[in-house]
Structure formats: C-alpha cells, structure tokens
C-alpha cells in the first residue's frame, strides 16, 4: 500500500511551522531539513542520556538530542553488523530484500531505490560524508565523501565524488569538518539531507591526540558478566571469537601504535602509551587480573574515540542553532547497531542478545518529537528511511518493511505498532565466528535458532526473569506456553517477510565482490 494521503500529525506541523500569519493560505508546505549523524559500533551504555549504570562517560552534546528530542529505548537492528545496517538504513528493508547480508562479501545495488534517492528527486540536496562501507559507489547524493571500506582514524585517504583524495587529521573531526563545509556551500532555497557518517567508535579504538588520557587512568567498574563461563546457553555462545580476553590483538591494545599517524601526531601518542606498557609488561599480569587490565585499556580507548564524536555532534548542533535551523531540521543520531563494552567477557556485536542488536537512537524533529521523551516501543533502523519520507510529504514504497516514527515521536503510538521484531544474522563462516541465527525479539522474550555446519539448536530467554540472557529456558515445561507462542510468531513473520529458505547463495561468504579495495 502506497500511503499517500498526508498524515494528521504532518498536516499538524504544516500548519504550525508553515503558515505564519502573513503567509498566503496556498503557501507550500516547508519541508524540514534532515540531518543523520551515523556512527559505527557506539554502543548505548557509551551515551549518558542512556543512563548506563557504570556511567562510562559523559556525552553532554548527544544528549542535547535526548532532551531537546526523543531517545528511544528499543531499537533494534535487523542483522547486527556495519554494511546490512547501512543498507537497511537507505532501503528500510531487511537484507534479503536489499541483499546486502554481509560485510564479507556483498555488494550493494545502488540502482534500487533508497530514501536519499527519492528526497533528491523531489528536491532536497543531498551529501554523504563519513564511513560508506557499502562497496559501491553512493548513489542519490548530490555529494558524496567517502572513506574508502573501514577506512582509518588518522590521515584517512577519501574518496571525493569518485576522486581519490587523502587527508591530513583526525578522522572524527574531518567528518565533521566536511559535513559542515557542504552545509556552508548548500542551496539555501531548497530543503537538504546531510548524513554525517563516523568511523568510530569502530575497531581499533584510536582516540585523538587531545583525549589520550582523557579518563585519568580511571579503573571502570566492570560489567557483572565480564567473566561469563556461557554455562546455560549452546555451543555458538561459547565457540565464538570476540572476547577481550582471547581475542583482542596488541594493536586493539596499543601494544603497538598504529602505521598512520604522522611523526607529530605519533609524539603524543607514545608519551601516553609508552610508558601504560611499559609498566604492563613489568607487571606480567595473568588470568583475570589481565583481562581486567585489557577491559581498562578498551574503555580508555573506545569511549576516548566516543569524546570525538560528542564534539562533532556539539560542532553541528551549533551550526543548526547559529543559523536557525534547529526549528526546521530533523536530527538523528544513531549507530549501526550495539556493542559490547565487556558484557558476557565481549566487544563486537553480531548476535541477538541485547547490547548487540539495540542500538542507540535519539531524534529531535521540533514540533512533532516531543521533547525529552523515552519510548519503549520495539523500532528499528528499518523505521528511518519511511520516516525521512513522511516528514518530506513522498509516499513510501509498498515493499520498505519499517514504518514511519512519526507518530511514535509525538508520544502517540498506534494500537497496532509492532509487538514482535524479526532478526536474521548471516556471517558465518566470518570474524569472529558467530553462528547463523534468526529469530524474533518481543518485549519480553527472544527465540532463537542457531543454525549451519554442525549446530542446529534453539534458545528461549525471558528477560524479565533474566535480563542479561545467561539462561536459556526453551526446554522448561514452564515455558511451554510461551515457546509454542513465539514458535508460530516467528513462523508468521518469516513468511510475512518472504525471508528465503534455506539461505540464498548470496549468503556464502567469501573473497568480497566488486571494486578492489583502495
Ligand atoms: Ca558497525
């Protein structure tokens, strides 16, 4: 169904923010600007407004989003790794309908129709700047700056409009630095979309020169799973390879400093770290005390590349208030999907558990969000791309699976908002060896199957008797009820989703496709 008809709550906004008392009564409806600041791997425990129980850090500029805006609680990715969330985040669709499943292999068709793409046709600018990782070149950008793959935290090569150009700085900063010049140079006549993309806070965690030591050799209190033995779960939990106590290379520790910096930026740099391990190697910790140390070292390390971001966030929110746009632009932040910050012994992300598949998500869209709200509603990043298109007054595709937040954003959401979220992880074989798994997310349990070579397995965790999911409970006759339940929701989704069975052979993963790496 194409919904054409313009919702009550934008004619609402129209009305507010359109037709001041001198405008003419047929003065078109002002479409609001839309600004999505996207990064890689942050986790919610890393954002104050979230409230994270060991409080990690401040993050007083990405808060501004939580109180001038909505900060929802339950947002969920459909498949929990960087390039499938980007593509949903353009598509607004699951990966097997985008085909995007992996980071390994795929390739994104950048001839399907995306949300940038339709804003551009119907009259917004549009510009990309940041982590693409999608292989491709971007498609529906007036503008595009990419960093090329994962790209890097230092003097990171870029590709500008299909010209490839290095940079001399930090990574972060430029970001933000290039957002805002296009933003400087735009068409003031015409409504813009400016998706402002980060590298960090992804792997390898290498914070700028001016926030080495920015915690003050601070001791983080430590999650209570951080020594998680994954007794009470299956053969996929405890054969995976991303713990911080196996896992973690002496690059994502600082053991050795990173090829990139430059002999200027490299001096700060080792006056941090130099004498940090210097005093780890004399100390020969082991057992727990070393992955203690480790997990010290990652926070330093992670939530000092989060400090960047923060600032940016600050940097293009004054922009936005210096110029009087803040009434008339939406902001998003979000990242594309959870971390792990030591939960259950882990960094990364991958599975269905909580910290990897909720991601953090704050919207301020003046005038429709209501300031300062929390919604517990189940959304997901399949919700933005419908979204952008409602506030821009275009239809939404018959086949895009997320629906607008709109009126999830004015604290009225509709009776029948879904009650039950489907994921569906692919990569494996793949880093860090997480096992194939689908299943579905409600407000209380999740259903899981753990499928492939050798485990065929499911799971039941009900949150509220267990919120760190330590215990699976499928085969408790307790539970009967609400597995049998679950079972046949889950089957109702797969098929309301045409979600292919048994898995495509796009899904196999191997050497990646298309243009050779930069
Ligand atoms: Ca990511």
């Keep these: 169904m194409v919904r054409s008809v313009p919702p009550r709550w934008l004619l609402g906004l129209v009305l507010l923010t359109c037709l001041p008392e001198t405008a003419p009564a047929a003065a078109p ?22 409230g994270d129980p060991r409080k990690l850090l401040d993050t007083p500029n990405i808060d501004r989003l939580a109180t001038g805006g909505v900060r929802f609680d339950r947002c969920l990715v459909p498949n929990s790794i960087c390039g499938p969330s980007r593509a949903t985040l353009l598509t607004g669709k699951y990966s097997h309908a985008n085909g ?37 070149d971007p498609t529906g950008f007036d503008h595009w700056h990419i960093l090329p793959g994962q790209g890097q935290y230092y003097n990171p090569p870029m590709i500008r409009d299909g010209q490839k150009v290095r940079h001399d ?29 980060h590298k960090a806070p992804h ?45 973690m290379t002496p690059k994502d520790l600082k053991l050795t400093p ?35 140390w480790k997990y010290n070292r990652y926070m330093h390390d992670y939530l000092g590349c989060v400090k960047a ?5 600050g940097r293009m929110l004054d922009y936005l208030d210096r110029e009087g746009l803040a009434e008339t632009t939406i902001v998003v932040y979000a990242s594309d999907q959870g971390f792990y910050l030591g939960e259950h012994g882990w960094f990364d992300k991958r599975w269905i558990f909580e910290e990897s598949i909720r991601t953090p998500l704050l919207v301020r869209w003046p005038g429709v969000a209501k300031a300062g709200a929390v919604a517990g509603d189940l959304v997901s990043l399949l919700d933005l791309a419908p979204t952008f298109l409602e506030a821009a007054g275009l239809p939404v595709p018959a086949d895009v699976h997320g629906k607008s937040l709109a009126p999830v954003l004015t604290g009225r959401t509709p009776a029948d908002w879904r009650k039950s979220f489907y994921y569906h992880y692919y990569e494996y074989p793949g880093p860090h060896s997480v096992r194939r798994h689908y299943g579905v997310v409600t407000d209380r349990y999740k259903l899981v199957h753990f499928y492939g070579p050798g485990v065929d397995y499911w799971e039941l965790f009900d949150r509220k ?14 539970y009967a009820a609400a597995r049998k339940e679950l079972t046949a929701e889950l089957a109702r989704l797969r098929t309301d989703l045409k979600v292919p ?18």
């Design 309 to 313: 971001v923060d600032e940016g966030v």
């Design 169 to 197: 700085g930090y990574t972060t900063d430029l970001i933000t630095d290039f957002s805002l010049e296009w933003l400087k140079a735009r068409d003031k006549s015409r409504p813009f979309l400016l998706m402002c993309q």
């Design 100 to 136: 995007f499943y992996n980071n390994t292999n795929s390739t994104f068709d950048g001839s399907q129709p995306t949300f940038p793409k339709l804003l551009r046709t119907a009259g917004y600018q549009t510009a990309v700047v940041g982590k693409w990782h999608l292989v491709s």
């Design 258 to 292: 990173p090829p990139a910096l430059s002999p200027e930026q490299r001096k700060p740099w080792d006056a941090y770290y130099d004498p940090r391990n210097k005093a780890f190697q004399a100390a020969k910790l082991g057992g727990k005390d070393l992955v203690r």
């Design 29 to 50: 409806a002002k479409r609001p600007n839309i600004v999505v600041i996207f990064s890689d791997d942050h986790a919610y425990q890393a954002i104050s407004a979230y």
């Design 465 to 478: 008797t267990d919120p760190r999911e330590l215990t699976s409970v499928y085969e408790k006759p307790e």
């Design 501 to 518: 069975d048994p898995d495509p052979p796009e899904t196999i993963t191997g050497p990646k496709k298309g243009p050779a790496k930069p």
């Design 203 to 247: 792997r390898e965690w290498e914070p700028a020169p001016r926030h080495l030591g920015h915690d003050k050799d601070r001791t983080y209190p430590e999650p209570d799973t951080l020594f998680d033995d994954y007794t009470g779960r299956g053969v996929a939990e405890k054969t995976q390879d991303m713990t911080i106590a196996k896992t």
